[in-house]
Structures are given as C-alpha cells and as structure tokens.
C-alpha cells in the first residue's frame, strides 16, 4: 500500500474542488486532489447541464486566473419571474446595478467550467492529483486525518469533502444531516424558440414547481422542469413532438413558442444540509455542505464563496505558521460562512414552496407581490444585487475578497 501525506486533502474533482485549489495557489500548503469517482464506471459527458455564473462569481473566477468570459457562454442580462395563470411579473434588468459587464450573470456548460478551470490548475506546481476512486476509510487523530483505499493511504492535516454530496461520505465521515426531499423531479433539456430571444432568463412558476428557461447561446435556452416523480417519469418518455407540446402549454407567454429539443435527462429535488466538528479537521464546500433547489441557480455560486472563504483562511494560517485542520480555523470558516448560507437557503426554498402553492387567495397575492416589487427600484435592485451575488451579508466577508462595499459597479 502506498502512503502520501499532505497538508491538505480535497476528495472530489469538480468545478468547486478545482476552485479551492485556485484559491490555494502560491500558498506552501501541500495540496492533494482526489477524485473519487468510482473507477469501474465511465464518467459521463454532462453536455446538457449548465451551470448559472453570478456576475460576483464571474469576478471572482477572473481573480483565479480563469480566462473570462468561458466559452460558448451566453449572458443573463435579464431575469424575468412569473407565474403560470395570473398577470403580475418582476423584470429585473443589468442597468439595476450599473455594472460595466452589463450582465446580472451569465450561463455555461459544467463541462466547460470543469474545462476551464483545468487551465491555470496545472500551473499549481505543490499540487498532486490521484485517482481512487470512493474513499473506503477515515479515522481522525489530534493531529491529522486517515484516509484509506485498498491501495493508499493518506495522511493529512484537513480533509476537505468537495464531491457534490454524492460519495456517500457523511457516514464514513459521521456528518449531522439536516434535509427533507421536495417529491419533486427535474427535467433538464435544450429547447429553442421560434423566433431568436438572447439575454432573457425566464423563472415561470406552475402549480408543479418552478420551470426555469437559461439562455445558453444559438438561440437555445437551457430548461429545469419541477415535476413530480411520476409525471416527469412520463415527460421523460414523451416523442420529442410530445415534449415539446406540453412545454408549450407551461411556457411563460413572454416566451415565443418552442419548436426544437434535444437530448433530457431526470434527477431528484431535495434539500439537505451536512456538517461536521471543529475538532475532526474537516470542511465541507459546496453541494456537500448543502444541497439546494435550482430554481435561483445559487448552488455553484454559493459553493465557489465557500471555497474561496476557506482558502483565504488557510492561506492566512499557513502565514503565521498555524494548524490548517485546527479547531479555531475551521470554526471562524463555518461562522463566516453561516449568514450567506443560511440567507441563501432560505431564499430559495421559501420561493419555491411560496410559488408551488396552487391556492387560489395565495396565488392572487403572489401576483401582487410580484406587481408591487416590480413598481419598486430600490426593492429590484437589492434582489438583483442578491441573485448578482455581489451583495452578500457583512459577516460573511473575508478581507481578501471583499469586494469594495454593498455593491459593485
């Protein structure tokens, strides 16, 4: 059996892992990525899954070194929020925020974020890369952390679980869990419309659940349908003329009538959040920390502050000489980060369960909530800086990334 030790050992290999890597870069952490995707299973191209860039993660991933903007990447300059049956809209625009992207965000393929992020990784010269596959084994000690293949061992002073929640690491690792399923599925799928419409993000509440449209550029958007578990087993198997129909009759008005599809695919909804204690030299980053609804696209953008936060605090520590697995670090890293996600979390799951009421007096006063806001500046523009992600709580700043008061433009 091999042995490799390292300051610090990341288990996962995604855009989120990759980032805490860019984070480190320069440090004298002796950094470990491994990827622990199961070696006897062909890793899929997830070519129809995307990935919604706030304009704040836009700056950040340029101060990484990532070559901005990603390829074949289509701007969000508006974000139009409806519900299916009742008038009443909010339209929030980039001139809410003065900002000289002029984009709240932007849309990309996760394979080509993945792709992009590979280029300044491999000028991290302290980083060294294995394979593994599923971890078999963690034990913690005082001073560091066991991490255990059938064919190597790691030795490290912190362990960071970075694998998107999927490895089944929260027994291995004895997390606290804290979670509820939604009962709900989502189609994904690439859809066009017959007339071009660039730049327009689309948030259309059905009774089912949010149906979301994301510009991804050649007049296609990118579509996440909340359907229950039965009915999106059936839209899955729907003919492509099939598909597209009943797309049509859910379709927000605004949006001109759909005529092309591609390839769908299905995955559960549901909303969990892991953690464990100071004193077991783990940090939790991104989707393995919490699971949220994509409805707001908030699950990378909120995953890349998580990383970013934690980097900036072990680049810190490894300054002045410090334990990067001590109890105090780790602990200042969950009470940085606590207000941006709790806030986060909340946001998205009370606009999910608030729209998917099908009650008429609640979906009356939806709609004039929703033409009230929209009569608002100020009110537009805090919910555009929020969803920008460049107008974040006060006390979940970190010095080095603080990005020069409320808002930036």
Known sequence: MRTMTADLAILGNGPVARSLVLALAG????????????LTQARPRLTERTVALALGSRRLLSRLGVAMPLADAAAIQTVQITQQGIRGQVRLEHSLLNAPEQRLGEVAGLETLNDALAVPLARCHTLQQESPGPLQGLQWFPDRVQLDWPDLRVETALTVIADGGHGGLARLASLRRMGWDHNRHAIIATVSPRQPLSGIAFEHFLESGPLAFLPIGN??????????????????????????????????????????????SVYPLFFQRLWGEPDQRLALVGNAAQTLHPLAGQGYNLGLRDAL??????????????????KSLLSDYVRIRRRDRLETIAFTETMNRLFSS??????????????????????????????????????????DLAMGGSYVG
């Open 27 to 38: 440090s004298p952490l002796r950094v470990l990525l491994l990827d622990t995707y199961p």
């Open 309 to 326: 936060t934690l980097g900036a605090l072990l680049r810190e520590a490894a300054q002045r000489g410090d334990d990067p697995g001590g």
């Open 219 to 264: 007049n296609q958007f990118s579509i996440v349908w909340s359907l229950r578990p039965g009915d999106a087993s059936r839209v899955l198997d729907f003919s492509d003329a099939e598909f597209i129909e009943a797309l049509n009759r859910q379709r927000p008005p605004q949006l001109p009538p759909l005529v092309v599809t591609g390839p769908r």
């Open 358 to 399: 099908p009650r008429l007096p609640l979906r009356l006063a939806r709609a004039a909530a929703l033409a009230l806001l929209d009569q608002i500046p100020l009110g537009k523009r805090e919910l555009a800086a929020r969803l920008a992600g460049i107008h974040l709580p006060a006390q979940s700043a970190v010095p």
